[in-house]
């Protein structure tokens, strides 16, 4: 049986900076764009934004920050 180990998400997301992301967020829609920095927090700073929602591109947004909602 495989075991799942878990990952701290911190050291994650900092490893994606300067990559493409999609951040999916739970009311449905989605941001693609280029991950410029994460804070403490997990606040997400995007660049080369386009925001989709249902699927459907919505439209070029710029730099945008996402910030955690728990």
């Known amino acids: 049986m495989t075991t799942l180990q878990p990952v701290n998400p911190?050291?994650?997301?900092n490893g994606l900076?300067?990559?493409?992301?999609?951040?999916?967020l739970k009311w449905g829609m989605e941001y693609r764009g280029y991950l410029v920095s994460v804070d403490g927090y997990m606040n997400l700073q995007l660049a080369n934004t386009?925001?989709?929602i249902d699927?459907?591109?919505?439209g070029n947004?710029?730099?945008?920050?996402?910030?955690l909602c728990i």
Do not use: A
Request: aromatic letters at 8%; one cysteine or more; glycine letters at 12%.
């Open 10 to 13: 911190k050291p994650f997301l």
């Open 17 to 24: 900076v300067g990559k493409l992301v999609v951040c999916k």
């Open 50 to 52: 386009e925001e989709y």
């Open 55 to 58: 699927g459907t591109n919505q």
């Open 61 to 67: 947004l710029g730099e945008v920050l996402i910030r």
